[in-house]
């Protein structure tokens, strides 16, 4: 009986984030005049430049600051390219701007997921021909747009309430309503029906403050009173109307009390004074934080790969595995790894990614292992950047000998390590994301389980892709569709695993896999942290800007 909206918060992919601009020493004009600069702000989107949006023109600044804000919608699991474009108007207006192209006074690329994970970015600009103007620099700051991420948790209760059954007392439900300047009502809440009671007490319950009251504290909330009838025909106790300002009086432990008026019996009865009482207990303001909040906290997505060097991959040599390295085009592992790897290297600031094997023998005794470094470097199993990975990838596959079985807990169990220690900071300082590349189902399937349930409690994230055309369908089990993981080790906290085959995504575009796979990290970094009660981190200091 009980309905809402925006009763839970969502913690969704997607955020609002404004981008603010200014410029520093742009080049002035050969006769020594200062240029009229106007920003033009780009979007790279299916291989083509279209416009987000221009600036207003500054007339004769070297150094100009604009007020124009640019409004964009962020998606972690997107690649989102952002060019900056700054011209010299030289008289003309924000529209003709662009026009000319020897008025670029410089441009500068850039990733929205770069901007956001540093919060405030200074570039030097870069000419048409490539030159890089050193002097000459462009800020940009990013801010995330508040949106309805705060929400107020409250809790009603009746007193003396009208009785409106004969054999038995009311069966009171209460349903409150947010009512808009031009007297529109939306329903915010409807509470469980409490049988019986005429002074019922109900459950407590959350609603965003935007559902309850569009944020302004001022706005009028009407609250209804009915006693429950099965045939759907309510018998009306009675309501009041107040305001948010009035319920935050709850919030410091005071009750607040109204008057539950049934206008009917105003009307008709001439010494009415109510139909009884509602009272507030509690009124307490919550903020639900979203990914930005953490990213822009200081918060690090670390990114982990784990390659499938079983011999159902194929030999490397043949062009029929797997693993073949064609000189035409990347093979699966490659593709998977340039994708979803590009995207997650924006959120790590020292863009080291470990990078390990499972499955093969390996130099010098060829002994068969399920987690070794695929630089041979078992103390220092990091490489620089996505393009460091496919390297060491590349180099390590005439080295070893693919041999099997498939077991994924070992590398699950030495990434969940340092989670572990990571959880026992409290801090929201470093979140990480296992991507799983294999070819076949998992040998170790008890004790894959068992290790994703205990990985569940550490912020961590497990990405499984499935390479090649194997039967994949007990993965689903590690993927939680039936439920939420049980092993020996429990039940999991948390669902944690996402996996995909790649052959679901032949025909989509090339951003399609990366998308689709780390859709669901912003949801679980939130979901973890809000478990254990920690928000983001203070908002990192930015750098003075060049100069």
């Given at each position: 009986m009980?309905?809402?909206?925006?009763s839970?918060?969502?913690?969704?992919g997607?955020?609002?984030?404004e981008?603010?601009?200014?410029?520093?020493s742009?080049?002035q004009?050969?006769?020594?005049?200062?240029?009229?600069?106007?920003?033009?702000?780009?979007v790279?989107?299916?291989?083509?430049?279209?416009e987000?949006g221009r600036?207003e023109?500054?007339?004769?600044?070297?150094n100009?600051?604009f007020?124009?804000v640019?409004a964009?919608d962020?998606?972690?699991?997107?690649?989102?390219?952002?060019?900056?474009?700054?011209?010299?108007?030289?008289?003309?207006?924000?529209e003709?701007?662009?026009?000319?192209?020897?008025?670029l006074?410089g441009?500068?690329?850039?990733?929205?997921?770069?901007?956001v994970?540093?919060?405030?970015v200074?570039?030097?600009?870069?000419?048409?021909n490539?030159?890089?103007v050193?002097?000459s620099?462009?800020t940009?700051e990013?801010?995330?747009?508040?949106?309805?991420?705060?929400?107020?948790?409250?809790?009603?209760h009746?007193?003396?309430?009208d009785?409106?059954d004969?054999?038995?007392?009311?069966?009171?439900?209460m349903?409150?309503y947010?009512?808009?300047?031009?007297?529109?009502?939306?329903?915010?809440w409807?509470?469980?029906?409490?049988?019986?009671n005429?002074s019922?007490?109900?459950?407590p319950?959350?609603?965003?403050l935007?559902?309850?009251?569009?944020?302004?504290?001022?706005?009028?909330?009407?609250?209804?009173?009915?006693?429950?009838?099965?045939s759907?025909?309510?018998d009306?106790?009675?309501?009041?109307?107040?305001?948010?300002?009035?319920?935050l009086?709850?919030?410091?432990?005071?009750e607040v009390?109204w008057?539950?008026i049934?206008?009917?019996?105003?009307e008709?009865?001439?010494?009415?004074?109510?139909?009884?009482y509602?009272?507030?207990?509690?009124?307490?303001?919550?903020k639900?934080h979203t990914?930005?909040d953490?990213i822009?906290g200081?918060?690090?997505?670390s990114?982990?790969?784990?390659?499938?060097?079983t011999?159902s991959?194929?030999?490397?040599r043949?062009?029929?595995?797997?693993h073949?390295i064609?000189?035409?085009?990347?093979?699966?592992?490659?593709?998977t790894?340039?994708?979803?790897?590009?995207?997650?290297?924006?959120?790590?600031s020292d863009?080291?990614?470990?990078a390990?094997?499972?499955?093969?023998?390996i130099?010098?005794?060829?002994?068969?292992?399920h987690?070794f470094?695929?630089?041979?470097?078992?103390?220092h199993?990091?490489c620089?950047?996505?393009s460091?990975v496919?390297?060491a990838?590349k180099r390590?596959l005439?080295?070893?000998?693919?041999?099997g079985?498939t077991?994924?807990?070992?590398?699950i169990?030495?990434v969940?390590?340092p989670a572990?220690e990571?959880?026992?900071?409290?801090?929201?300082?470093?979140?990480?994301?296992?991507l799983?590349?294999?070819?076949?189902?998992?040998?170790d399937?008890?004790?894959a389980?068992?290790?994703?349930?205990?990985?569940?409690?550490?912020?961590?994230s497990i990405?499984?892709?499935?390479i090649?055309?194997?039967?994949?369908s007990?993965?689903?089990?590690?993927?939680g569709d039936?439920?939420m993981?049980?092993?020996?080790?429990?039940?999991?906290?948390?669902?944690?695993v996402?996996f995909?085959?790649?052959?679901?995504?032949?025909?989509a575009p090339p951003?399609?896999?990366?998308?689709?796979v780390?859709?669901?990290?912003p949801?679980?970094?939130?979901?973890?942290?809000g478990?254990?009660?920690?928000?983001?981190?203070?908002?990192?200091?930015?750098?003075?800007q060049s100069?």
């Open positions: 009980t309905e809402g909206v925006d839970q918060p969502v913690a969704l997607a955020s609002r984030v981008l603010r601009v200014s410029c520093w742009l080049l004009r050969e006769n020594g005049i200062k240029p009229d600069p106007c920003l033009i702000l780009q790279l989107s299916d291989g083509q430049l279209n987000v600036s023109v500054l007339s004769e600044s070297q100009p600051v007020g124009h640019f964009l962020y998606f972690f699991e997107e690649m989102q390219n952002l060019r900056f474009e700054v011209y010299d108007a030289n008289g003309e207006s924000a003709n701007v662009g026009l000319e192209e020897d008025t006074l441009a500068v690329e850039c990733t929205l997921g770069q901007i994970s540093q919060t405030k200074t570039k030097p600009l870069v000419l048409r490539g030159e890089i050193e002097e620099t462009i940009i990013a801010e995330e747009v508040s949106r309805t991420n705060e929400f107020v948790q409250l809790q009603f009746g007193e003396e309430l009785d409106k004969f054999f038995s007392k009311s069966d009171p439900f349903e409150i947010k009512v808009s300047a031009n007297e529109t009502e939306h329903l915010v409807r509470t469980e029906v409490v049988k019986n005429l019922p007490r109900w459950k319950f959350r609603v965003s935007q559902s309850l009251c569009s944020c302004d504290p001022d706005k009028t909330i009407r609250c209804v009173v009915y006693d429950h009838d099965s759907g025909k309510h009306y106790i009675g309501e009041f109307s107040t305001k948010f300002q009035q319920m009086q709850a919030s410091s432990g005071d009390k008057e539950c049934n206008h009917k019996y105003v008709k009865k001439k010494h009415y004074k109510n139909s009884g509602i009272v507030l207990t509690q009124c307490k303001i919550e639900v990914f930005l953490y822009m200081g918060l690090q997505i990114f982990t790969v784990a390659i499938d060097f011999a991959n194929g030999d490397p043949s062009e029929h595995s797997l073949f064609s000189p035409k085009e990347p093979n699966e592992y490659l593709k790894l340039s994708s979803v790897g590009e995207i997650c290297q924006d959120y790590d863009k080291q990614f470990p390990y094997g499972f499955g093969a023998r130099p010098p005794d060829f002994e068969v292992t987690d470094a695929i630089n041979f470097d078992p103390e199993p990091e620089e950047r996505i460091g496919i390297e990838y390590c005439p080295q070893i000998q693919l041999y079985p077991n994924v807990a070992p590398i169990n030495k969940a390590a572990a990571e959880e026992k900071t409290g801090m929201p300082t470093k979140y990480r994301v296992l799983i590349l294999t070819d076949g189902v998992v040998s399937m008890p004790e389980c068992d290790a994703v349930v205990r990985a569940s409690r550490l912020p961590l990405i499984i892709v499935g090649g055309n194997a039967d994949f007990d993965m689903r089990e590690l993927n039936r439920g993981l049980e092993s020996d080790e429990g039940r999991a906290v948390r669902d944690i996402q995909v085959p790649v052959r679901e995504f032949k025909k951003n399609a896999l990366a998308k689709y780390l859709a669901e990290v949801k679980q970094v939130v979901e973890y942290y478990s254990k009660g920690i928000g983001p981190g203070t908002q990192r200091s930015s750098s003075p100069q």
